[in-house]
């Protein structure tokens, strides 16, 4: 057992499980919702902290994912929206980079989208660090990850438009692609647990990430036995022979999907069950309180996923609250109190510098900014965490501190992919300018709005963006900033 006094340099195992599109209000013990049951996500919560001012940096996975994995803004080096994002260059070092310098074994298995990822680039697990990986790139399948089949042979198999729009491309062990037809969440808690086995046996540190592609959509692909099971009809994958794509795919989201959040709650119920099997597998070794276990998501539940942010406003791709706040659950028994809660403004920036303090009490060879911050006196209780964090994807950007939001939407940019949105996924992510006493209350409604009560606050609030963008982007020109 690791002693609160000497938490710093003291090599815990490290667990990151990050899930795909969970809604904030899909947890069971929220209790705001009475078709949802997490027991095991429960269970993690009970043995912890909620972090309930939890953020990711992005109100989407690409560039979200991009910023945690190095601990910095992804703007730094452009990530800001899907067409620009993409995994951190030189001289970032990842989390798996940072921590083998102190001896830790790393693993990955899940799905990986930080861009427009290739095989065998940077942006790939077995290229930044990682020691055992088994990942799917998602980046090639637009942005998903079939939950059922994969093929090496996909594109001769099922054709490249079939192959493309499903999400059929191969899975990758260690660099080298392989079929797999296990329904994923399930393969990649079995391989997770695998790497756990495998490292105590070693008796060395570990990190192992497990990046679920559940519960993003086309969640009705689950195996017939669960389908059986939860009384619910197969659903066709598309088809280029019998489908218009777009046509088709408007009837697979809500609100044209039969049975649209029984299929999602299914998924969450497998995500619950696997990552219940990894937390069996660690109380089972004894390891507990030698393990810091972090769960949470890549950015708000989506509208079109039938995924639920209640009491949140807004979706995915908004920087309305339920586009970058999400479930963010802390364990370590014998460190942090058990059914402990932290309102700390935390972020995903701030995993890579906690880890490195942990590993060796230091960020190691740092040569580049890094965002985030050592939250371990978040999760011992005590105050902390960001006084303000920023949100910009390029047409939409947000500030926020303990007490005030500002929030603008401007621009042609914005009003065309707002209507694209609107269209394509059924997201509002709003238009115009919005300052909400967000410590107060949750409202981010127009009625809500006091930015024309407070011109000084929006100054205020603006003037500091500025001052972060002029940072991050290394430039004062306004071409940058979006007032």
Not at 1 to 24: A, F, R, T, W
Not at 55 to 66: D, G, H, L, N
Not at 447 to 474: H, S
Request: charge should be negative; include cysteine.
């Amino acid at each position: 057992m690791v002693k609160k006094e000497n938490i710093q340099g003291s090599q815990p195992n490290i667990v990151l499980i990050v899930s795909d599109d969970h809604g904030y209000g899909d947890l069971g013990f929220r209790e705001e919702l009475s078709d949802i049951a997490t027991p095991n996500l429960d269970r993690l919560r009970a043995s912890g902290m909620l972090l309930e001012q939890g953020y990711v940096s992005a109100p989407i996975c690409s560039p979200s994912r991009a910023g945690l994995m190095v601990g910095s803004y992804q703007q730094r080096w452009g990530a800001k929206w899907f067409d620009s994002s993409k995994f951190a260059p030189e001289p970032y070092l990842s989390i798996p980079e940072v921590l083998k310098q102190a001896g830790y074994r790393s693993g990955y298995f899940g799905k990986v989208h930080y861009g427009p990822d290739q095989p065998g680039t940077r942006a790939c697990p077995d290229q930044h660090g990682f020691d055992e990986s088994f990942y799917g790139l998602a980046a090639l399948s637009m942005g998903r990850l079939h939950y059922l089949k994969h093929e090496v042979a996909a594109e001769d198999k099922f054709g490249k438009e079939n192959a493309e729009r499903n999400g059929f491309y191969p899975m990758y062990h260690n660099g080298e692609p392989v079929d797999c037809h296990t329904h994923l969440t399930v393969e990649f808690a079995n391989r997770a647990i695998g790497f756990i086995d495998e490292s105590l046996q070693a008796e060395v540190p570990y990190f192992c990430m497990v990046a679920f592609n559940a519960v993003h959509n086309f969640a009705w692909q689950l195996p017939d036995d669960e389908l059986r099971q939860r009384n619910l009809p197969a659903f066709p994958d598309f088809d280029e022979a019998k489908h218009d794509y777009y046509d088709w795919y408007d009837g697979v989201i809500m609100p044209h999907l039969e049975n649209g959040r029984d299929y999602y709650l299914a998924q969450l119920d497998i995500m619950d069950r696997e990552i219940g099997r990894i937390l069996d597998k660690i109380e089972a070794a004894g390891e507990q309180e030698n393990t810091l276990i972090i769960y949470l998501t890549d950015n708000g539940g989506s509208p079109c996923n039938y995924g639920n942010n209640a009491p949140l406003f807004g979706t995915k791709y908004s920087l309305y609250e339920g586009g970058v706040r999400v479930p963010f659950i802390a364990s370590w028994p014998g460190v942090v109190e058990a059914n402990s809660q932290s309102r700390n403004l935390v972020s995903s920036l701030d995993l890579l510098p906690t880890f490195a303090y942990l590993a060796s009490g230091e960020l190691i060879n740092q040569s580049y900014p890094t965002d985030g911050k050592n939250i371990i006196p978040t999760l011992l209780g005590q105050d902390g965490g960001h006084k303000e964090l920023y949100f910009d994807t390029g047409f939409q950007w947000s500030v926020r501190d303990q007490e005030w939001k500002l929030r603008t939407v401007s621009g042609e940019e914005a009003k065309d992919t707002a209507r694209a949105l609107k269209d394509t996924e059924h997201a509002d992510i709003g238009y115009g300018t919005s300052l909400v006493p967000i410590g107060q209350s949750l409202d981010e409604s127009e009625e809500a709005n006091q930015a024309t009560d407070r011109p000084d606050l929006v100054a205020y609030y603006q003037k500091r963006y500025k001052q972060w963008a002029a940072d991050v982007y290394g430039t004062t020109e306004e071409s940058n900033i979006t007032n």
